[in-house]
């Protein structure tokens, strides 16, 4: 079953506005991390958050994590023509060792 | 490169036919995933090795069969497939610490149409 769920699921903006995606997720995690896709292409991870953790960054990329509301949120801060891809928030839930992804947001940056 | 390599990259089968599709990872990860990516739907955990052993099979339907030869190598055997099961296929591989989940590294994916 689905985990996380992203929102919004597509998005439009202009080349150095900034992007948000919001994830939300129904059980209780270890991590959670965000991963990009090129169309077609294999999933490339961005950065993890731990449950412990409240913020995180890792250049222009800023992730927040709030447990009580079960949700996290990805900033690209200044975005560029080439962040377009989709985007994914995936889980683990501690059931095993195994990741379990939202439907992602497909972002588009336009020059 | 992630150090996770699909082959093929492109597949087209029939209906009848008998095809593998490869995974291998020269990362020194024990954890090999198989995934599933459909236009249009979230991506589908398929089955999970750990140091060699399914640990996870989500009701994946018998036509597909996995085989994890050594903690390097992921095959995934199809079998009277249907045009439904036209997908991306994605390989991942990580660690494999039971309960601490790192990142997952993904290969290219193999795109397989079946006709």
């Known amino acids: 079953s689905q985990q996380g769920e992203e929102d919004p699921q597509a998005l439009s903006i202009q080349e150095g506005e900034n992007a948000t995606m919001n994830c939300s997720y129904k059980?209780?995690?270890?991590?959670l991390q965000w991963y990009r896709q090129n169309s077609g292409r294999g999933l490339v991870h961005l950065i993890l958050?731990?449950?412990?953790?409240r913020e995180k960054h890792s250049g222009r990329l800023r992730v927040t994590l709030d447990t009580s509301k079960k949700s996290s949120s990805l900033l690209i801060t200044a975005s560029r023509a080439a962040d377009t891809a989709s985007y994914f928030c995936a889980t683990d839930n501690n059931a095993g060792n195994m990741l379990t992804f939202g439907g992602g947001t497909r972002l588009m940056v336009k020059p | 490169e992630t150090g996770v390599t699909q082959t093929p990259r492109h597949l087209v089968m029939g209906m009848t036919n008998k095809k593998s599709l490869k995974c291998e990872q020269h990362?020194?990860?024990?954890?090999m995933y198989w995934y599933k990516q459909s236009a249009k739907k979230p991506l589908e955990l398929m089955f999970v090795?750990?140091?060699?052993?399914?640990?996870e099979n989500n009701s994946v339907p018998s036509r597909f069969s996995p085989e994890c030869p050594n903690s390097s190598h992921l095959f995934l055997h199809l079998h009277t497939l249907q045009p439904e099961d036209s997908a991306l296929y994605l390989c991942?591989?990580?660690?494999?610490?039971?309960?601490?989940?790192?990142?997952?590294?993904f290969g290219q994916g193999t795109r397989l149409t079946v006709v």
């Open positions: 059980t209780s995690i270890n991590n």
């Open positions: 991942a591989s990580s660690q494999g610490s039971r309960g601490t989940n790192t990142e997952a590294f």
């Open positions: 990362l020194g990860h024990n954890a």
């Open positions: 958050i731990r449950s412990n953790e």
């Open positions: 090795y750990n140091f060699k052993e399914q640990t």
